[in-house]
């Protein structure tokens, strides 16, 4: 029995590891460390209905603890994804999850019936983006705008529906909730804080957007406090992210309640994290004398 066989209700991996959309591009710019059907699924860069440049740069800074980002869901649009992407993505053996982004209700029901087609493993829909002007944040703080896009998605597709939330909100739980309503399957999360950096020589912000989403290993205690809230409060399975850069923080969050991971900053540190978490997960479970690693999920409640 494959320990880490990984069943989130309707959707399938074959271990609970995945990378961050975002931080893996659609998985070609990191073919050459690792054999990509190694990992459980590829959640690819944010897509959306047309081209997008993205914000000017600056784009991207390190702090003092992790990254600020305000790349703007800079992508090629849904026809340059399904045409020149999905058709190689699809053949790595791994779940290709669609990261999708609009700045409509109706944008989300297009991007969901435009990927409805093979070689699509499901759909990560992005309510949270800190770094688009229209859409992206307000979709994801107001709990009825969130419920509006899920049965958008749901209606528009019967590919599993993870909808990803913000943690720039007062109650992540009634968020969390609202999306499981709306017909969510899965639920991911966390998506970037929003944060600054100033540089004190030009005195000015750093980021040419002035703001940016907050990422990286000092944002694990918020995103693991959030889904700790969240397992409690709704049915469906949830994919964790934040920091996590090991095994043993791959284990707090499944611990929390998470059903499966996500690395995201940790990527641009070592491309390996992903690959060295999933062994990692397999000596902890013999270890342990465990004979799935979901006899973890959500342990810390008990
Ligand atoms: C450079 C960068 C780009 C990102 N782009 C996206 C995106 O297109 N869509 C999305 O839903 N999340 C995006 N994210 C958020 C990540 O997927 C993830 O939710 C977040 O960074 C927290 O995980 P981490 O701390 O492991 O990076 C991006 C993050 C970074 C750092």
Do not use: W
């Not at 809230?229 to 043993?248: C, F, H, L, Q, S």
């Not at 690693?293 to 959500?298: D, K, L, R, V």
């Amino acid at each position: 029995m494959n320990k880490l066989e990984c069943i989130l209700g309707n959707f399938k991996m074959k271990n609970p590891v995945t990378v961050a959309s975002g931080t893996f591009g659609s998985g070609k710019e990191f073919k050459d460390f690792y054999d990509l059907a190694l990992l459980g699924g590829i959640m690819v860069k944010g897509t959306t209905p047309e081209k997008k440049v993205g914000n000017k740069p600056q784009r991207l800074v390190e702090t003092s603890g992790g990254i600020i980002n305000s790349i703007g869901l800079a992508n090629g649009g849904v026809d340059d994804f399904i045409k020149n992407i999905l058709p190689e993505a699809r053949n790595y053996g791994t779940e290709i999850i669609v990261n999708i982004s609009g700045s409509s209700i109706d944008d989300y029901g297009y991007m969901a019936e435009r990927l409805s087609i093979e070689g699509v493993s499901a759909l990560e829909v992005n309510i949270s983006c800190p770094n688009v002007k229209e859409g992206g944040i307000t979709f994801g703080t107001d709990p009825q705008m969130a419920y509006e896009v899920a049965k958008m998605v749901k209606k528009n597709t019967s590919k599993p529906i993870i909808m990803k939330l913000s943690p720039n909100v007062s109650n992540i739980a009634i968020m969390a909730q609202a999306v499981e309503s709306g017909g969510a399957d899965i639920i991911s999360m966390i998506n970037t804080l929003i944060g600054m950096a100033i540089d004190i020589e030009k005195q000015k912000p750093v980021i040419n957007n002035i703001i940016g989403g907050y990422s990286g290993p000092p944002i694990k205690p918020v995103a693991l406090r959030m889904v700790y809230e969240v397992y409690k409060a709704v049915n469906i399975p949830i994919i964790g992210m934040g920091g996590i850069m090991n095994t043993n923080d791959a284990l707090e969050f499944i611990m929390a309640g998470a059903s499966a991971i996500s690395v995201g900053t940790g990527n641009f540190v070592d491309p390996y994290i992903p690959i060295n978490i999933i062994k990692g997960l397999e000596a902890f479970l013999d270890k342990k004398g465990l004979t799935s690693y979901t006899q973890i999920i959500g342990i810390a409640h008990k």
